[in-house]
């Protein structure tokens, strides 16, 4: 048991329940651990609640019983999103990002851990009230979203491979065509990874006819699981309406026209946005 | 400007600097933002210093002067990090993991994100002296380590790829052999991803007699770039010395024993726990 002060206790707690996201924290463990009556926690936790909303870091939900406790749902504020997301679409218009075949370099923004961690906690805002049990992705590039999002709803990452490794065991593979360039693929899911029924959250980096993520689904049909939704960072508007073979999902930018001629790049906010 | 109370202005402070680890915040920020004396805030400091330290969360560094701030440099404790690696190790002793080959299944470890980013605070605090540039990993198991200490060090990431993919653009690749099968591989880096004479610190999941790792030095090489350390989370103890390529490295565990028959595996401490 330690005594401290008010002061450093704001400070203990502030950090314990930042670094446990979506976790029921009973109110005795406070309690126990600075040997103060709940009703002291109740008001330091009061404090905390009001700082944390006021900011746009999440709400702290307050469960009352036997079993009751606090629990922190991160939840970044439209305002904070928004300037994530304007700032990400100022990033990708940068004409130097235009690679031949008209593809988009992107892994100088994928390799920024604060950037990723930043939309991670929009993926969690946005889905905090799904029930999920894990969080998908696909290698390679939309791994540190997924585990940034991962880290904040506090769910299991699993990782789907393009080829069956031999440190996976068994697996189940599938093709799937990709629509942007209507190629056959495989991608593989090591059967311990997941169990029967549980409710998926799909994450990864870019997203254009949509051919790898209904790939992903259809995996999933294996695993008698289910999409419980569907998030990527930058989708391409760059496809017709009915090339699209997904159609529910959230994106934070839209790429949505890429012209190799002239350099220019246009991209507006994603559909997360939209009113 | 916002006032308020010093209750809720250590909360918000706190949570300031526990996201934004490795960057000098100066005082002034904090004194314009609430509208206190720089002697307040210095006083607010104080106290989540004391805090940030007994908990073993990191040092709070205070430099003086007209340049000056503060800057919170994340340390796990030796006795917190030993916690880790004692849990680390237990897990990997479960002889379910074992697969065809004498290989071991890590991906549910590999796939919470809570451990990873412990992992990483480790790799911070092991590294937090040296001057890095870039954390850097190759695909795919390595990704979420490197992310969570590069976020640590407040430093981006990059990654090898094992094929040269399109949305990479130009790029460097070598040959290597992966020492345990004595096979040939091929890695690849885009040309965009590092400035030449960076400093690197190599992070991945798992080495063996350390040939994927000596194949990124080499890739390094190419880039003019030097290695400011290797962090690896399981080591095999199971290579000769002679056979190992690499010396200078830090583990958190050592799988010193895999035997498929008696399905029994022996893991002991990394070395980063030696006296």
């Known amino acids: 048991m330690k005594k401290l002060k008010r002061s450093s206790r704001l400070v203990e707690m502030t950090q314990f329940l930042l670094s446990r996201p979506h976790t029921l924290v009973p109110l005795t463990h406070f309690a126990d651990r600075y040997g103060a009556a709940k009703s002291s926690i109740s008001e330091d936790l009061a404090i905390i609640k009001e700082v944390f909303e006021d900011e746009g870091t999440g709400e702290l939900l307050t469960l009352a019983g036997a079993a009751g406790g606090v629990k922190l749902i991160p939840r970044l504020s439209k305002q904070h999103a928004l300037a994530f997301a304007n700032d990400l679409c100022a990033q990708l218009e940068q004409p130097d990002r235009i690679l031949p075949g008209g593809y988009l370099y992107l892994s100088d923004l994928l390799g920024q851990p604060a ?43 699993v990782l789907v491979r393009r080829d069956h490794q031999v440190t996976e065991g068994s697996a189940v593979s599938i093709n799937y065509v990709s629509g942007s360039q209507k190629s056959l693929h495989t991608m593989s899911l090591s059967r311990r990874a997941m169990r029967e029924k549980s409710r998926v959250l799909i994450v990864d980096d870019f997203m254009k006819a949509g051919g790898t993520i209904q790939g992903m689904v259809d995996l999933l049909a294996e695993f008698d699981a289910e ?13 017709e309406n009915e090339e699209r073979l997904l159609h529910d999902y959230i994106s934070l930018a839209n790429l949505t026209a890429v012209d190799s001629r002239s350099k220019q790049i246009t991209v507006k906010l994603g559909n997360y946005f939209d009113e």
């Open 115 to 157: 950037m990723m961690n930043e939309a991670g906690k929009i993926f969690a805002t946005a889905f905090a009230n799904r029930q999920i049990d894990v969080v998908m992705t696909v290698e390679t590039k939309g791994i540190p979203l997924a585990y940034a999002t991962g880290a904040q709803l506090n769910l299991p990452v």
């Open 227 to 239: 999409v419980a939704g569907v998030g990527v960072l930058v989708e391409s508007g760059e496809v």
